[in-house]
């Protein structure tokens, strides 16, 4: 009995899997990798910051992600840097810091200003594997690691650490996985123990919530918790299951892959969507989506068949930033992100199997016909019908079957005026449809039948206002089919008919408002057939478009203007009444330059489909919003003729992948408008960091993003500023305008493909530069970010340096004029003192002339007086007694003339005076000379020989002799020195 029980429980539960397998969600998700440039694709955590930057922690490093490029934080020998690269968790407290839990290398605080990390490790008292961070409501940064359970105070910069102790009340573990922080403001901490507890602040105590009951899910590792709007708590962990928890009456319920969860390994995150709905991470199947209300699952997995499914079924971490977007972290696919905005074509209008039919058929023509079914022309799939109950009827071409259709390449339909459906295929004619005997005719060329068709070609088809029947040929130009005779009339360019279509490829045809028919060619434009004149015109504009263009679709809005679709020459609009023509081209923001198809709204806006994509131009606006394969499109490339309005106003467009529908009243448009950074600056093609130090000058000091204002150098000659708006939705589309006041003149405009701007050799002064960009649907709003730049100008032109120069040139001048006064000084001075030395000489002359003078007078004299004196005593020894005393009087006074000294005072200070003070210096070196001594070097110095230094000095030559031998003992001379010289030399 047990084992029938178990075995019919296996049964419900395979048989409830096998009926999920139609539940999976469709979801489409953009993915970032390696490729994009993330270094690792193990992805752990997710933070959207205030600021709207993504942030992604990585096995390899923590990532910043502003939708076009990821960069990337890697610890460093830069003290500066992260503590380790595989990261674990994150979150943003209030200040703006950015707090990174890692593996085994603790936990970082990081200031995105200045892109420096500050380190807590274990001396802090928090663990090294950091598994949560969360924020409180009252700026409280809470940490759960591997040691406990931390709280950060700011103003201590230190942490309140509370560790399991085995104690009542305490934590009941050593490792904390997850924090949550109820409505109500309750906090609970889930451990890897098996109970969850309910965290007091005020009393530091830590209540067991023991809400697991059962013994097959003890497995506790990576638990996590989710409230809902309800106020439930919802707790999974790896082979736990998804537990239920009501708060209110304590019950628990659990959710198993028997009954619901794509998977029993919840290793990731639970968030709550902005539909009520829980989306739950888990290894091996994917995302599982619970409505707690109706307790019903979808699931989100890897499809190898499609390209835009979930990248991974290996799910880590599930985050829901401000747009609710729903971030993914795979553990070996990278980011993927669902973002509700991007598909804002569903084509929800037609069920699931219609599209699924037509996907991977290129649809070349649709009908809507007065009885409101859809006809569906394919090349080379045939012909299909879908009724009102979105019943699908098809039709193939039977070679055996005369009633069936005669092709199954469907070029063209249309209605006549009998409600037969008019087919036109490729090379095999044309079929009329009866509804009455559901069965078709066909008609062919018949080359010895001028009344038949005139090609197997028929590309287009108009049935006018007069309920004729006009056929565009590819060969033949132009039939017009007689229904009632069965017959066809050509006009084309070789027939016989004086009005007629000059050209053999016929696009296109459309009726005017005046009842004129519009044929559109494959290279000779447009001819345009007028009733009431009975004739065929050639419309002229500024362009040549409409006599030699290739014409792919025309069509008249309510204003009576003319829209023509070219191939390569864009989309012309085209007044009847002016004869004006406007051209809009790709810088009108086109697609492409091949129109295939045009249409108008309810409210007067144009569409066309193209060969990339579908456009949409309001009827205020010059310029056109795009939509592509991410906007939801089955293809970008688009059939021409393919594309027609249903009477409820929706679109019906065919591509070459199937259809396309939606109504244009419907599409949700992106209003948001993002936010504008700088992200990046270069000089000469180098990245500038914080601190860098650049043509010696630090250009920032915190990080681009959070610059105001940069101040570059003459030597900075080429930088470049890069920029991204905040928009994950289709960021491609987005676009920007730039102006650099101070420079540019104008507004210039980039794609997100060319989000920088360059510029070299800047004059000095002050610059602002701005940017602002729209968002996906080219909404514009006041975003501008702006950057003052302030150039520095060359040394050479600083006013410290032309105050240099003008006082160098002062200096010159006044150096010069110094120079030249000291020229003249010095110049001044030698003439003066060549004219004090020609005195001095004159002196000496004078001197010596005098000295030689005395000299020769005191020799002279003092002969005379000693011949007097000679002769005094002659007389004198003959001379009686009386007179010889007289006599003896006469010779002394006689000698008393010639020994004085009188002469000598007045010859000695001329004497040293002439010869540069030599008697003072002789005396001073020789202070034990005697007066006759001095007298005898003085003479001697004069160069007067012995015998006249003798008679000057009233000495024999003898005692002169001896006087000088004296002298040149007390001068320490030998024999070989002249007196001369050394007394000279003195």
């Not at 835009?308 to 795979?330: E, F, H, M």
């Not at 006082?807 to 060549?834: D, S, W």
């Not at 010889?884 to 006074?893: A, N, R």
Request: charged share 25%; aromatic share 12%.
């Amino acid at each position: 009995m047990m084992k029938t029980i178990k075995n019919k429980k296996f049964f419900l539960s395979v048989l409830f899997i096998l009926c999920l397998k139609f539940s999976f969600a469709q979801y489409s998700f953009n993915k970032i990798t390696k490729e994009q440039g993330l270094p690792h694709n193990n992805i752990e955590c997710i933070l959207q910051s205030s600021t709207g930057f993504m942030w992604f922690g990585t096995r390899d490093g923590l990532c910043r992600f502003d939708g076009y490029e990821v960069k990337v934080y890697r610890n460093t020998q830069d003290s500066n840097s992260i503590s380790g690269n595989r990261i674990l968790s994150m979150a943003e407290d209030k200040d703006g810091f950015v707090w990174v839990g890692t593996y085994q290398n603790g936990l970082n605080k990081f200031d995105p200003k200045t892109n420096q990390f500050k380190k807590y490790g274990s001396e802090y008292g928090v663990g090294n594997q950091i598994h949560r961070i969360k924020v409180l409501k009252d700026g409280t940064v809470c940490i759960g690691s591997n040691d406990g359970l931390a709280l950060f105070d700011k103003n201590t910069d230190s942490f309140v650490v509370y560790r399991s102790d085995g104690k009542p009340l305490s934590l009941n573990s050593v490792v904390v996985s997850d924090i949550l922080e109820a409505k109500d403001g309750q906090l609970f901490i889930a451990t890897w123990e098996k109970d969850i507890q309910n965290f007091d602040r005020a009393t530091g105590q830590f209540i067991s919530i023991p809400y697991n009951n059962l013994e097959q899910n003890a497995w506790n590792y990576r638990k996590r918790l989710l409230e809902d709007r309800e106020g439930n708590l919802w707790i999974s962990a790896d082979k736990h299951g998804l537990c239920k928890y009501d708060r209110k009456t304590k019950k628990s319920k659990f959710y198993f892959k028997e009954n619901g969860l794509s998977s029993e390994v919840l290793t990731g995150d639970l968030i709550l969507n902005s539909d009520g709905k829980i989306w739950i991470a888990t290894d091996g199947g994917g995302i599982s989506i619970l409505d707690p209300q109706k307790g019903t699952f979808e699931y989100v997995n890897f499809d190898d068949e499609d390209f835009n499914s979930l990248p991974s079924n290996q799910v880590y971490t599930l985050y829901k930033d401000n747009a609710n977007r729903i971030w993914v972290g795979t553990y070996d696919k990278g980011v993927a992100y669902y973002d509700p905005l991007a598909k804002k074509i569903t084509s929800k209008l037609f069920p699931d199997s219609i599209h699924s039919f037509f996907k991977g058929k290129s649809v070349l023509s649709i009908l809507q016909d007065s009885r409101g079914n859809i006809w569906i022309g394919t090349d080379g799939s045939g012909l299909h019908v879908i009724d009102k109950e979105y019943k699908l009827t098809h039709f193939y071409s039977e070679n055996l079957d005369e009633s069936s259709i005669s092709g199954n390449v469907i070029t063209s339909l249309a209605e006549d005026v009998n409600g037969n459906i008019l087919v036109g295929t490729y090379n095999t004619g044309l079929n009329i449809y009866n509804y009455k005997t559901n069965s078709f005719t066909n008609f062919h060329q018949n080359y010895q039948n001028n009344s038949s068709l005139h090609s197997e070609n028929v590309w287009t088809m108009l049935v006018d206002s007069q309920g004729k029947n006009w056929l565009g040929l590819l060969g033949n130009g132009v039939d017009l089919f007689n229904a009632e005779t069965e017959t066809f009339k050509n006009i084309g360019p070789y027939s016989n008919e004086l009005i007629k279509i000059d050209h053999p490829n016929v696009m296109s045809i459309m009726e005017d408002s005046d009842g004129d028919i519009w044929f559109g060619t494959e290279g000779n434009g447009i001819f345009v057939y007028d009733k009431q004149a009975n004739n065929v015109l050639r419309i002229s504009t500024n362009s040549n478009i409409t006599t030699e263009g290739v014409i792919k679709d025309l069509f008249q809005d309510t204003w009576g203007n003319v829209w023509i679709g070219t191939e390569g020459n864009g989309l012309f609009k085209y007044n009847k009444k002016d004869k004006e023509g406007i051209q809009y081209t790709l810088d009108n923001g086109l697609p492409s330059m091949i129109i295939l198809g045009i249409q108008e709204d309810a409210n007067g806006g144009i569409w066309v489909t193209s060969y990339d994509g579908i456009a949409f131009l309001s009827k205020d606006s010059n310029e056109f919003m795009s939509f592509d394969k991410s906007d939801g499109l089955s293809s970008n490339e688009f059939n021409a003729q393919a594309f027609i309005k249903l009477q409820d106003g929706a679109f019906l467009a065919g591509s070459k992948n199937g259809l396309d529908i939606f109504n244009p009243s419907e599409l949700s448009l992106n209003l948001t408008i993002p936010k504008v950074y700088f992200t990046k600056l270069k000089i000469q093609n180098q990245e500038v960091l914080p601190g860098d130090s650049i043509n010696q000058h630090v250009k920032l000091h915190n990080d681009i993003t959070y610059t105001k204002e940069i101040e570059l150098t003459y030597s900075d000659k080429v930088f470049s500023i890069e920029f991204a708006a905040l928009n994950y939705t289709h960021p491609k589309k987005c676009q920007y305008k730039y102006k650099l006041e101070g420079f540019d003149e104008n507004w210039y405009n980039l794609n997100s493909e060319h989000r920088f701007v360059s510029y070299s050799n800047l004059k000095n002064g002050s610059y602002t530069f701005k940017v602002q960009a729209s968002n996906n649907d080219k909404k514009w709003g006041d975003n501008i970010a702006e950057l003052s730049i302030r150039v520095l100008p060359p040394f050479w032109k600083t006013t410290w340096f032309g105050f240099l120069v003008v006082g160098l040139i002062v200096g010159v001048i006044v150096a010069t004029y110094n120079y030249r006064l000291r020229i003249l000084k010095i110049k001044f001075l030698q003439e003066q003192a060549l004219k004090e030395k020609r005195i001095t000489e004159l002196e000496k002359e004078n001197i010596e002339s005098e000295l030689e003078k005395l000299t020769f007078y005191t020799v002279n004299r003092n002969r005379v007086l000693i011949n007097y004196k000679n002769r005094m005593l002659g007389l004198a020894a003959k001379a009686m007694p009386a007179v010889k005393s007289g006599l003896q009087i006469v010779i002394d006074e006689i000698d008393n003339e010639i020994n004085d000294d009188k002469e000598w005072k007045y010859l000695e200070p001329r004497l040293d005076k002439m010869y540069n003070e030599f008697i003072s210096k002789l005396r001073n070196e020789y202070p034990d000379l005697t007066l006759s001594e001095v007298k005898v070097a003085s003479y001697v110095r004069m160069n007067l020989s012995s015998k006249e230094i003798a008679e000057f000095m009233h000495k024999t030559t003898r005692a002169i002799e001896n006087d000088r031998y004296r002298l040149r003992k007390k001068l320490e001379l030998d024999s070989n020195e002249s007196l001369q010289r050394y007394l000279m030399d003195l």
